[in-house]
């Protein structure tokens, strides 16, 4: 008699003793923030916000293998994945605003640029091997990702809802694969040493392991945890996106469900599908107060941004707080930014 698909999961969960038992990881988690504060004094690194979250999620779940690395050790190493993070929004910034006028793509455009040349800069203080397997895992990874996003783009209107939800594990689980190549090293990842792939269904080929509960070994194991984990976030954000999507034409999972299948129907789907990708994610190794817990705060951050989206002097009061919330802005607000400003409307995006 066959095993059932979660017995098979967690017989791959235990076949990963690196990983911490679901029972731990809120003491890993909090013994994890304060070593990446350690890290950030000893280092004299300017480890920001997001950055933080990667690397206390590294050292919740595999946290011998995330020391092994070496990079809590290593300034250059913790400003190379800050700067492919930020490269990596900046990247997705430019694609999802492309059908902005100029005048209003220009600064976004510029301040991609920007990132591509701090990603640069920052190579040149590792060793020439190192550099060269950076610049391999951006360059393939975020063509792949583009490739990907083109093609939602393009078949918009002929995509159901699995398709669309195909579509976003892809690109979000590629991007994970490259920001834990740069972490854990490419021998985890034999696909990114061939060429990219060139379409959609040659891309989901490659990277089909990301959706399946077989891993060859823990970081391919964590890279499925975290593209399961991402889902959640992504299903938040699609829903309380819509209208902004829909003025930007954006293919999203809501947006998809709701021309599918009505406003009501489609809030039901995206909860069940949480509630899928939560149920997975737990199944694959992550406690439950570990998805429950990023589930509050994502929707209590992203209704926050939404709503200051639609208010211009609650958006000029939080951008005017600190440096670091108009830096927010830059990164990945963009939309929620000129929305606040008046200056998203479906006029200005065709």
Same mark, same amino acid.
């Given at each position: ?120 800069? @920052? /190579? #040149? ?6 550099? $060269? ?9 975020? &063509?792949? %990702? ?100 829909? @003025? /930007? #034409? ?6 998809? $469900? ?9 809030? &039901?789907? %995206? ?80």
């Amino acid at each position: 008699m066959k095993n059932s698909p979660t017995r098979q999961i967690q017989s791959g969960f235990e076949h990963y003793p690196s990983i911490t038992p679901r029972r731990s990881q809120f003491f890993r988690g909090v013994l994890g923030a304060i070593e990446v504060i350690a890290a950030e004094k000893h280092t004299k690194a300017n480890i920001l916000p997001l950055e933080r979250t990667f690397l206390i999620g590294f050292l919740t779940v595999v946290p011998s293998l995330t020391r092994e690395t070496g990079i809590l050790k290593s300034r250059p190493m913790l400003q190379l994945l800050e700067d492919l993070i930020f490269l990596q929004l900046a990247q997705n910034e430019v694609q999802d605003l492309k059908t902005l006028p100029n005048h209003l793509l220009q600064p976004i455009q510029e301040h991609r640029k920007k990132m591509r040349l701090n990603f640069s800069n @920052t /190579l #040149q203080a590792l060793p020439v091997e190192k550099q $060269a397997e950076a610049i391999n895992i951006y360059a393939r990874t975020s &063509k792949e %990702v583009e490739i990907i996003e083109n093609f939602a783009n393009i078949h918009s209107n002929n995509l159901g809802i699995e398709e669309v939800i195909r579509y976003r594990e892809l690109a979000n689980g590629i991007s994970i694969v490259a920001n834990l190549a740069l972490v854990f090293g490419v021998k985890h990842f034999p696909e990114l040493l061939e060429p990219a792939g060139e379409n959609f269904n040659a891309i989901s080929k490659k990277y089909s392991w990301l959706t399946e509960n077989d891993h060859s070994n823990t970081v391919r194991h964590l890279a499925a945890l975290a593209t399961s984990f991402s889902m959640i976030g992504q299903l938040r954000d699609d829903w309380i996106d819509q209208s902004v999507d829909t @003025t /930007l #034409q954006l293919t999203t999972i809501a947006r998809t $469900a709701s021309k599918t299948l009505g406003e009501t129907p489609a809030r &039901k789907l %995206v909860e069940e599908k949480v509630k899928q990708y939560k149920r997975k994610t737990e199944d694959l190794g992550l406690s439950k107060w570990g998805t429950e817990g990023f589930d509050l705060a994502f929707r209590l951050w992203k209704g926050g941004m939404s709503l200051m989206s639609k208010n211009r002097m609650l958006y000029y009061l939080l951008s005017a707080t600190h440096w670091r919330v108009e830096e927010a802005f830059d990164l990945y607000l963009n939309r929620e930014r000129l929305a606040a400003q008046g200056k998203l409307t479906p006029q200005t995006s065709t």
